[in-house]
């Protein structure tokens, strides 16, 4: 007997999430019918599903109403997270589409290369957006749900549609052996959240997060659930990339192809930090105290090794995958100071929220300008290839040198304010200790942001000139990043409010 | 007649600003093409805007004025800009007597000036850029007399001061021009520097009173309305507080010891002199002190400082203005003297009379600054010694400026007379006689200086090398002079004082916002005395110029060489540059070069601090990525040692 009621319910409760599942079967079918020109149908069909998609995630995000369908919640968190992951989802598909179409069109020179297969091809790859709607699917499972399972399942959808990604560049040997590591190693990080979330169902018996204040600890099992815990936050820390869970880090941020790099330093990283505040928040129920020491070192850690290694890479896009460790560091500091007295208070995550929406801005606005730096067949993304950019390429240097100083968060960008944010709640929480790290480390960091500036301005004009145009949708995405990043710096206001509407919703 | 809707206040400044944006547009698209395209498009988008703003800006004086005393239209909060524990701070617009009268010359002035500069720029090649960046200026202009709070204030000052910067510096490929615009900007951010410790200072005198917490409203410290009503609060530091602001204003405002970008800013094209260095930008000092009034009550110790440096400034540059060849050079000590004057009215507490002489000076001083780009546009060259008898071939040109003159040397009843006898009745009545002589001696000078301007320039035989060239300017450029001409003539009729019969209405319309007087009733008598030895004095030393100068314009070259040496004084501008350049830049200098470059930085940061904590970090880094080896059996390992390390950790 099907409950018409409830199917109705489930419905608009994940609107969002069916617009794009539809979208991704689309996609696939369309791909499928026209493999030749599929690659530009499928893009155009892909983006539009995402525009609705994120009209409707607004829509309900103004509605207010939150609605607990079963395994799915939609609460003012979770829609916070959905506009947040689409807009992800958006921009990587500009920065891909225009990504493979410079890769082609710099290897169509006659080369051998031309013959490959999908990666080979002329034009946006038609995979690429099937593969970026069903991760985004999954990055939506991954939180919008209180149900252990259903989050699982959701990281898997989309570390498998990742995996894939990373391996996307196929006449790149890099490309292939970053995806492998990901791959064994992910297993292996998977594989302890799920140990992790069955020996936490073993201890308390039961899987849903929203459950957890009913339950009863027995004093003599209380190590269970810490053993539990301790698995759960290694799964963690593996996807927010925290030392030390970092390692595979570099080489894959650094061998995937530039696109899916700025996809898995916001996107993957967004989605596992909001699952992370609801699973903290859950864990004041269990005997736990310890966790906030455990973040707490894992904070300084990722601070120093992020920051330090950071400085001695020749390659922008490993330098840019430390500074992710090193910003997962500072928003962990932006959780870790949640605590008082043992239990986390979620509402300051508010400045995490916050820090999240900048910090993929302009995350994705440097790898959006990395995807632009294609030289001879290979991704040209050595610091030694920036030489002059300034005086070839004025305009992506320019919005370059935006995101490196909004990422070591001078004002007025946004990570000035994000940083702000965190550091005001440390202080006022009574962590001085570690706001001085942080800023330490923050200082630290301007060696290896400045840098970029350095070798575009300073070091004369290039040797050979690199000219071409920006292409239109790397420059829509260009244009959008910079501009959030101005805008979130001088007038925050509104998306602080965002971000404490949402924050007040982790219960 | 409709009241201004306070919903179109933001149009104000706004108009301006989709100028800038469609000129920039429209610079950008003809510097790609490489080819200017017709300048009709950005004149007319130029001048439409400011023009939209003026008509608007009539309409909510209009609308003010029939509003009962004291009133005020206000935008309300058009954003929150800042909401943070420490302090609250909106974007919102304020339009009161004090702002109204700010807004008409900025955009009444600013709108003749645009027009003007259609003619002035013809065919330059940066026509669009020029007509976009002075729309940029009007925006941040209006910014800092609309603002209602002193932050939004800081927005505009600052903006004003990027677009005299990029305007001075307009023609950049000549090297000496961009380095005026280099020395403006520069000086002016030391007068920032003051004026942001000010705003500090008065944020930290509102924090002492603990009043961090509460209500958005009762953290506005910025707002103008919260500061005069807690003025208390500020009280015992108001010293330092507007000390410091007076900082600002010397830098913005041409006083000293920050006078000095101001000649060194007529590299730029004179239009832009005339709107930003002589009726507009310069007098945002002014305006600021006039705003903060209450505050400056507060600080009598501050106003005397404003009183004696605007006098010493007014002395010194007049002195200056005497020797100069240059025409704009004259007008730009003329300026900083006229300025100066300005200063000492606020300074003696009359604060309605320097807002006044503010706006009659715009007037004059505009149509002067117009006039001499008239006669460069005609003569090519900028030295008075190459003209002469232009009055013949610039017949409109000579006789606006012959008017202004008579207005800025006080012959009534043109509009300088009034303004500056408020002053000198004022200082009088300030009860130091000192000062009064000095400004009174000043005034002559100033009379001297102007003739001999204008006699140089326009009278006797043309001593112009080619004088078949010389021809009057377009129409475009004599109309905006001959409006200017007869404002600065009858502008002084707004403040009749009540010895002649009027009504000094100008005084009363900012009674209300303005502290009153802080000088003793006065004796019309003494008065009616006072203005007419002061006329007397106007008369008497432009006569003696004009004479002396008709007769024989080499007739200083005794005298300069009795004095030689105090003559060459006063004509290297008392060497004030070779001055700084000896006691701050080239000490600074040296000890940049000497101290902070080889020991400080090469030795103990670079050498010590850097290196050695590079070396540091380089050292850990290098740990680290030999720990990266890249092969995924290590990094398993160290994933499972991370993990029972933690496992110990958690369950010990």
Known sequence: MIDLQYLISLFHAGLPIWILTGTGLVCLLTDGLWPK??????????????????????????????????????????????????FIGLLHLLNSASYFRLLGKVSAGGSPAGRLGPAGRLGPAGDMVTLTLFAVVGMIFLFASDHLIVNFIGLETMSLAVYVMVGFNRRDVRSGEAA????????????????????????????????????????????????????????????????????????????????????????????????????????????????????????????????????????????????????????????????????????????????LAGYSCMTLGAFAVLSVMVDEKREATQFADLTGLGYSRPVLAAVFSLFMISLLGVPPTVGFAAKYGIFSFAVKNGFIGLAVLGMITTVISAYYYLRPL???????????VKGGEIPFPLMLSLVFCAVAVILLGIWPLPYIDMAQKAATAFK | MINFPTQLISLIPALPLVGFLLNSAIALAWARRRKAGPEIIPSVIGCLFPIASFVLAVWAFLTLKGMEEGASLSSGPLLTWLDVPLVSVDFAFLIDPLSSVMMLVVTGVGSLIHIYSIGYMKKDDGFARYFSYLNLFLFFMLLLVMGDNLLVLFVGWEGVGLCSYLLIGFWFTDPQKAACGKKAFVVNRIGDFGFLIGLFLILYAFGL????????????????????????????????????????????????????????????????????????????????????????????????????IGLATALMAALIGLTQFDIKKV???????????????????????????????????????LGSGSVIHACHDQDIRNMGGLFKKMPVTATTFLVSTLAIAGIPPLAGFFSKDEILWNTFLYGSWPFYGVALFTAGITAFYMFRLFVTTFLGKTRHPHPDHLHESPWVMTIPLIILAVLAAVGGFLGVPEVLGGHN??????????????????????????????????????????????????WPAVITERFRSVYNLVLEKFRVDELYDALIIRPIRVVSEKFLWKISDEKLFDGFLVHGWTDMAGFSARVLSRIQTGLVGHYLLYLWVALVALLIFTVK
Request: proline share 4%; glycine share 8%.
């Open chain 2, 209 to 308: 009173q603990g009043q961090a917490d509460g209500d958005p409203l009762s953290r506005s410290f910025f707002s103008y309305s919260y500061l005069a009503a807690n003025k208390e609060w500020l009280a015992p530091l108001a010293t330092a507080i507007t000390l410091c602001l007076f900082v600002g204003a010397t830098g913005k405002s041409a006083q000293i010891p920050l006078y000095v970008w101001l000649p060194d800013a007529m590299a730029g094209p004179t239009p832009v002199s005339a709107l930003i260095h002589a009726a507009t930008m310069v007098t945002a000092g002014i305006y600021m002190v006039a705003r903060l009034g209450f505050l400056f009550a507060l600080a009598p110790f501050t106003l005397q400082v404003i009183s004696c």
């Open chain 2, 331 to 369: 007008l730009a000590y003329s300026t900083v003297s006229q300025l100066g004057y300005m200063f000492l009215a606020l300074g003696v507490g009359a604060y309605s009379a320097a807002i006044f002489h503010l706006v009659t000076h715009a007037f004059f001083k505009a149509c002067l600054f």
């Open chain 2, 505 to 554: 209405r100008f005084h009363h319309w900012l009674a209300a916002v303005m502290p009153p007087s802080v000088g003793h009733e006065g004796n019309p008598a003494l008065e009616l005395g006072l203005m007419g030895l002061s006329t007397f004095w106007a008369l008497v030393i432009s006569l003696i110029s004009v004479a002396l100068y008709r007769r024989n314009l080499n």
């Open chain 1, 180 to 355: 492998m590591k990901y791959y064994v190693m992910g297993s292996v990080a998977s594989a302890l959240l799920l140990y992790g979330i069955v020996l936490l169902y073993g201890a308390v018996g039961e899987f849903r997060l929203s459950e957890f204040h009913k339950v009863a600890i027995f004093p003599d099992t209380a190590f269970l659930p810490r053993i539990a815990v301790v698995l759960m936050l290694g799964g963690f820390f593996f996807k927010l990339a925290l030392v030390p869970f970092h390692f595979w880090v570099p080489d894959v941020y650094e061998g995937a192809p530039t696109p899916v790099t700025g996809f898995m330093a916001t996107g993957v990283k967004v989605a596992a930090f909001a699952l992370f505040i609801r699973v903290l928040t859950a864990l004041n129920y269990l005997p736990t105290a310890v966790v906030s020491q455990v973040l707490q070192i894992c904070v300084i850690l990722t601070l120093l090794v992020g920051n330090l290694a950071a400085i001695v890479q020749d390659n922008v896009k490993r330098m840019l995958a430390y500074s992710s460790i090193s910003h997962a560091g500072y928003l962990l500091l932006g959780l870790s100071v949640g605590y008082q007295s043992g239990k986390f208070d979620p509402s300051v995550s508010s400045a995490v929220l916050f820090y």
């Open chain 1, 37 to 86: 020109k599929g690659g530009t149908a499928v893009f155009i069909v892909g983006f539009l599903g995402m525009a609705v998609a994120l009209f409707f995630a607004f829509r309900q995000w103004l509605s207010g109403e939150t609605i607990a369908q079963d395994l799915l919640v939609s609460d003012k968190a979770t829609r916070f997270f959905v506009i947040l992951v689409i």
């Open chain 1, 454 to 464: 350095v070798m575009m301005y300073f070091c004369g004009a290039p040797e050979k």
